[in-house]
C-alpha cells in the first residue's frame, strides 16, 4: 500500500510503541497464527522477523514476527468485517479456517503421541534386555 511506511524506517523515540507479538496480533484479527505474516503483507502491515538461519542439513531456525502496533489496529476493522482478501483456510472464524485449525492440531497431537510411545518402547525393550542379560548366566 503507498502509505504504508517501509519496515525498516526507524520510529522517533517518543512515537515508539512496543511491537506486538504473533499471539497479540491472533486476539486482534481473526486469523491462524500460521498465517499471521502473510495477512500483513497483504495488508501493508510492517513486519519484522528474526530467526530463521539455516543449520544446513537440519533446517532452519524457527522464524518469530513482530508486528508494528498503529498498523495492526488500523487494519484490524477490515479483516474482522471480511473487507480484506484472505482465504477462508487462514481465518479463525470460518468453517473451512476453524477445520483445517482442528486437523492441524490433532495431527501434531496424534504425531507427538507416537513419538513419545516410540520413546517409552524403545526404554522398555532397553531396559528389559538389560535384564534379560544381567540375569543370564
Known sequence: MPNTPDPRTPES??????WLSSDEV???????KDWLP???RRTG???RSFGGASRGTWGAEPTFYSFHPGDVRRVAP???DGQVDIP???RTDTPRGRRAEFW???SAR???GLFIAAVLCALFIGLATLIFLLTVE
Open 45 to 47: 502491515v510492517r513486519v
Open 78 to 80: 477490515g479483516i474482522a
Open 26 to 32: 491472533a486476539k486482534l484479527w481473526p486469523v491462524r
Open 38 to 40: 502473510g495477512v500483513a
Open 88 to 90: 477462508s483456510e487462514w
Open 13 to 18: 523515540a517518543h512515537e515508539e510503541e512496543p
Open 110 to 112: 496424534v504425531a507427538g
Open 104 to 106: 492441524g492440531a490433532l
